[in-house]
């Protein structure tokens, strides 16, 4: 069964979901290359135009007419939503060894991972990679007064 990746605009080459063939969608209008659809949850997305054929069994485009001219999608909004740079450290507090690590002689490495909300809090913070005796616990604890 062949998917097709969705995308969020055509200036951001980065999949957000897929369709799996034979799924049909609510085609809004064409956009040069691309088709912009409405997806499930009522939200507007892009396929590309060449990925989806009105009879099922089929990968021809479907019968919409092109744009006259040549088609340059508008980055401007979807740019302007983008950070402007990578975050940066302002505090960044060092996990404390816990007792029960120390304890029984472990030492290692916790991976992490999270995300830094626009107002430069650390949310969703999840341990990758634990450690266990203690370890785990200390990243989120850190990391949930971390700043940028």
């Known amino acids: 069964?062949?998917?097709?990746?969705?995308?969020?605009?055509?200036?951001?080459?980065?999949?957000?979901?897929?369709?799996?063939?034979?799924?049909?969608?609510?085609?809004?209008?064409?956009?040069?290359?691309?088709?912009?659809?409405?997806?499930?949850?009522?939200?507007?997305?892009?396929?590309?135009?060449y990925s989806v054929s009105p009879i099922k069994k089929y990968s021809l485009?479907?019968?919409l007419s092109a744009a006259e001219g040549t088609y340059e999608p508008n980055c401007?909004?979807?740019?302007?939503?983008?950070?402007?740079?990578?975050?940066?450290?302002?505090?960044?507090?060092?996990?404390?060894?816990?007792?029960?690590?120390?304890r029984a002689k472990v030492s290692?490495?916790?991976?992490?991972?999270l995300t830094v909300g626009t107002d430069g809090l650390a949310y969703d913070v999840t341990v990758t990679k634990p450690l266990w005796h203690g370890f785990d616990e200390q990243p989120v604890r850190s990391e949930n007064r971390f700043r940028h």
Request: charged share 20%; glycine share 6%.
């Open 108 to 113: 290692g490495t916790v991976l992490s991972s």
């Open 1 to 49: 069964m062949s998917v097709i990746a969705v995308y969020e605009h055509p200036c951001n080459p980065k999949p957000v979901a897929e369709l799996k063939c034979g799924e049909a969608v609510d085609v809004i209008t064409r956009e040069g290359s691309w088709l912009k659809i409405r997806s499930g949850d009522n939200t507007n997305r892009y396929i590309s135009y």
């Open 76 to 102: 401007e909004a979807l740019l302007s939503k983008l950070p402007t740079h990578s975050p940066i450290a302002l505090y960044n507090p060092d996990p404390e060894c816990p007792e029960e690590g120390r």
């Open 61 to 63: 485009p479907i019968a």
